[in-house]
DNA sequence: AGAGTTTCGCTACGGTCTTGCTGAAGTCTA
DNA sequence: TAGACTTCAGCAAGACCGTAGCGAAACTCT
């Protein structure tokens, strides 16, 4: 009650506060003129033309010099966003595999790295491995270590604060590891280590099915389930970074609500686990019986958890991700029957359809948030720099 | 992605947010001088000496000229916000009882009503006593309409955007009701209308048990079991208002959790359904067997729906609050032990302490966040007149 | 080539915050 | 009791920011 307060607002301040309205309105535009940066952050066209000079001469933005024009009146000068001032990574360090994307300011995807890797494999193999895919960014791309703002690993399990998943996790002897350390002993710039199914949510908020809506629940349906929240347009993380993990309640069969398309009757033998579920529903959907009570009874334990979230959460949508969104078509209806047996309100259901990248792609989200306050952090001193010239 | 920003800020909202930031300063301080203000804000003294010349003269602070003082130096003027500039009402509608509290902008509660209600009352003579109770705030307190700057009611059930109980409450008749229209025809103020257990977390965090926290469980624990988030500080509704009725899952014993204390073996026939659970309980502790299995049933229940919240959201905090909470010695090292059989991590469980004005207190709370809100658009009136002058 | 239109660059003006200084009102000490 | 010291109140100057408005420049259309 009688701590300090932090909102004392001087004229400094209010410089940085509209150079990042002005940044704002110059990102995800096409280049703009002065009058339209104007109107657009409601600032007056020569405040808006200093800030713009400034954010030429500290690197941020970058003039196009009118050519021939088809309108009438003098042709105005165009600034645009650098996007190239920065890049920021995404990894999604999995099971099977390390998929890594490197992206400019703009979030703009500029490299795509993909690896195999063993399941079993040590953790000092997987971090070598996740080392030489970064690597391989880094190479392919031309980028010099300090063009790199921010670096985020997306990893299975519930992450700690520090990066880490001593609570449980499906990654062999990955418990025992520190990436944030040894990340940040090979990269100057910031490490997050985040949960996968919190990315995947962040990325269906970004450039996916969920981008109009505020509260979401991200359920993960595939050979492992979990779950990622939004709510209030920022990603819940939970006072540990366990939020989500309502499967590790017996009552609810996430654990083994797979099991029911893995052990289903008349998959042949020779495919491996992996594939068994897909044998599951391409089989259902040509009307084989064995499959198709397989996979109700899968929804009907994925459902629980479901309505469990959705009771917890009353979200507005609930995102259905994972491997076996693919077969959404399958799931989609029996789900949402479901979740209307068991719930006060249903919510709208939606399918993923970013595939295997949004992991990766939610990991890029949340660099390109460290990005945004490195920004608006390196715009006070823009400022100050400015006033000295 | 094109959309106006509305981050154009100009020196007019700069004063704003300064004048703002001074008032908050003052509030829930003692009376302080203009130079413990500028230390507090971050402000310069004539700054801070100017704003609150603003503030004293549209009403919003009063000054207190310095008497004889112990200190060194010339003895400072003091301001002190003047929490008499409006009040503020939160009314608890319970089964059983109306309970009023009238508070000035501090929060400081100046007056309480307590009428007794039918559980079995039509809503229209509900509505009555709600209204007679405000009544009566009105005229022990000679409060003018206008002195009232916000009112919010707490009921039992999820409620709607518009102040509705549409899908289910236990008050007889109520989801017909309409009581935000009823009222904002009664009084010139705005008017909220929040369910009962949400409200109950607001007080817990202003000014019960959770005030360290900000991702808080609260679970009302008696005839009724129901749960309110508050998460990152604020209240979380859900989408449409349900959020956190996760007793409606059948899989959580919610419903029938009391039951237990109900139906305990031995309990004389002659006492109420209402007190049989006090009877219970003082029998447990007494060491009464059955009344021990019915309190161990009971809490075995009551952990399931506490778990899938917990797990659902990894709090930092679970509240134990409603009729039951003051059998707390009973219940909380059942329940922490159960949810340690449950959850991934376990959090800190506490007691309520508020007793059965906490509904009250929540909806004080929230009409509190409405009277802020109106200080800060009034704020800029203020402002413009000062700059008239 | 001239008129019309739109943008650019520049200057003047009003408002806000900060810094620095002077006088005022107390207390402490000799 | 008088002087020194401390702290507060008020004023003035300076710096900074945003707004309003004007003339000049550049391009298109007739």
Chains 1, 2 share one sequence.
């Not at 797979?258 to 044998?279: F, M, Q, R, V, Y």
């Not at 029996?334 to 939610?362: F, K, Y």
Request: charged share 20%.
């Amino acid at each position: 009650m009688t701590g300090p307060i932090t909102t004392g607002t001087d004229l400094a301040r209010l410089r940085e506060l509209n150079s990042l309205s002005v940044v704002r309105a110059l990102r995800g535009n096409p280049p703009s003129t002065v009058t339209e940066l104007a109107s657009r952050t409601g600032l007056s066209r020569p405040s808006v033309d200093l800030i713009t000079q400034i954010l030429v001469s500290e690197g941020w933005a970058t003039v196009i010099e009118p050519t021939g024009s088809s309108v009438v009146g003098r042709p105005a000068r165009r600034y645009q966003f650098n996007a190239a001032a920065g890049y920021v990574i995404g990894v999604d360090v999995g099971v099977h595999k390390i998929l890594g994307l490197v992206a400019d300011l703009d979030g703009t995807v500029v490299h795509t790295v993909r690896r195999q890797v063993a399941p079993d494999a040590d953790p000092q193999v997987r971090l070598a491995a996740l080392d030489r895919a970064i690597a391989d960014c880094f190479t392919k791309t031309k980028l010099a270590p300090d063009d790199l703002w921010a670096l985020t690993v997306g990893v299975t399990g519930p992450v700690d604060a520090t990066g880490r998943t001593t609570l449980f996790t499906p990654l062999p002897g990955w418990s025992a590891v520190d990436p944030v350390a040894y990340l940040t002993a090979r990269y100057p710039c910031p490490v997050y280590v985040e949960n996968d199914c919190k990315l995947a949510a962040v990325a269906e908020r970004w450039h996916g099915v969920a981008q109009d809506a505020d509260d979401i629940v991200y359920v993960l349906a595939g050979m492992r389930t979990g779950a990622g929240l939004i709510l209030d347009g920022t990603l819940r993380r939970g006072y540990g970074g366990a939020a989500g993990e309502i499967g590790a309640l017996r009552a609810v069969r996430w654990l083994t609500a797979p099991s029911h398309l893995e052990n289903c009757p008349g998959a042949p033998e020779t495919i491996s686990p992996d594939d068994k579920a897909a044998w599951v529903f391409t089989t259902a959907r040509a009307g084989n019986a064995d499959a198709q009570t397989a996979v109700r009874r899968y929804v009907r334990d994925l459902a629980v958890g479901a309505a469990a979230l959705v009771l917890a959460l009353d979200p507005q949508v609930v995102v259905l991700g994972g491997g076996f969104s693919r077969s959404a078509d399958l799931i989609l209806e029996p789900l949402h029957r479901e979740l209307q047996r068991l719930c006060l309100r249903v919510p709208e259901i939606r399918a993923s359809t970013l595939g295997d990248e949004s992991v990766a792609l939610g990991a890029l989200r949340l660099s390109l948030d460290e990005a945004d306050q490195r920004m608006l952090s390196t715009g006070l001193s823009a400022l100050s720099a400015a006033r000295r010239s």
